[in-house]
């Protein structure tokens, strides 16, 4: 499977999903899948921002011993978002309506997570 | 109920909880419940580090206009965190286990969060 149908694979079956990536911690998109209708918010300026909250959170759970980070979620009135890195370098993101099926949401990005891995 | 006993109330309601807090986004906490094995986890100087991170969230996500933020978690192999702002100033913060009960510490906040709003 491509990086493409693998982020349409998570968005499909997740319901209340909105957009789904592939990211570099640099913040750079390597692939997304967006449905159509994600209304205004600014996805790509978002993905940007969290992919500089991660890195901080990495750097933060290294030096406080808190572990390696496997998993992180942002909810807001507007949105919720899950990532979760799939390598030093990368890391899925998944966006969510807040009413979206929150639980499903991150079981998807889990299994996504070493198939994603395995193609990087 | 005083503020221990909310934090002692949620501790002891979530499966594998290990600590609650009430923290200003200064990193100050106000009050502080860890049970007696919580490990080596240093969780004072993580709670400072997540308190940095979530300010930075909030600014992020309004500039963002991603809405306002109303849960945060982060799971390393080691803990899991879940944080929910309770005022402008002051979120609570709930300590897992990896294996702790992640659905019923995000309800318990959840209900938590009024009570501790109107004390404060």
Same mark, same amino acid.
């Given at each position: 499977?491509?990086?493409?149908?693998? $982020?349409?694979?998570?968005?499909?079956?997740?319901?209340?999903? $909105?957009?789904?990536?592939?990211?570099?911690?640099?913040?750079?998109?390597? *692939?997304?899948?967006?449905?159509?209708?994600?209304?205004?918010?600014?996805?790509?300026?978002?993905?940007?921002?969290?992919?500089?909250?991660?890195?901080?959170?990495?750097?933060?759970? *290294?030096? $406080?011993?808190?572990?390696?980070?496997? *998993?992180?979620?942002?909810?807001?009135?507007?949105?919720?978002?899950?990532?979760?890195?799939?390598?030093? *370098?990368?890391? $899925?993101?998944?966006?969510?309506?807040?009413?979206?099926?929150?639980?499903?949401?991150?079981?998807?990005?889990?299994?996504?997570?070493?198939?994603?891995?395995?193609?990087?």
């Amino acid at each position: 499977m491509s990086f493409l149908d693998q $982020l349409q694979s998570v968005v499909s079956q997740v319901d209340g999903a $909105l957009a789904c990536s592939i990211m570099g911690f640099d913040g750079i998109a390597v *692939e997304t899948h967006q449905v159509a209708n994600a209304g205004d918010l600014d996805l790509a300026s978002a993905w940007v921002e969290f992919a500089s909250i991660l890195t901080q959170l990495k750097t933060a759970a *290294e030096q $406080l011993r808190a572990g390696v980070i496997s *998993e992180v979620s942002i909810n807001t009135d507007k949105v919720t978002a899950v990532m979760r890195p799939v390598s030093p *370098e990368y890391f $899925l993101v998944l966006a969510l309506r807040p009413d979206g099926n929150f639980g499903k949401g991150r079981y998807a990005l889990r299994i996504a997570a070493p198939k994603v891995r395995a193609e990087l």
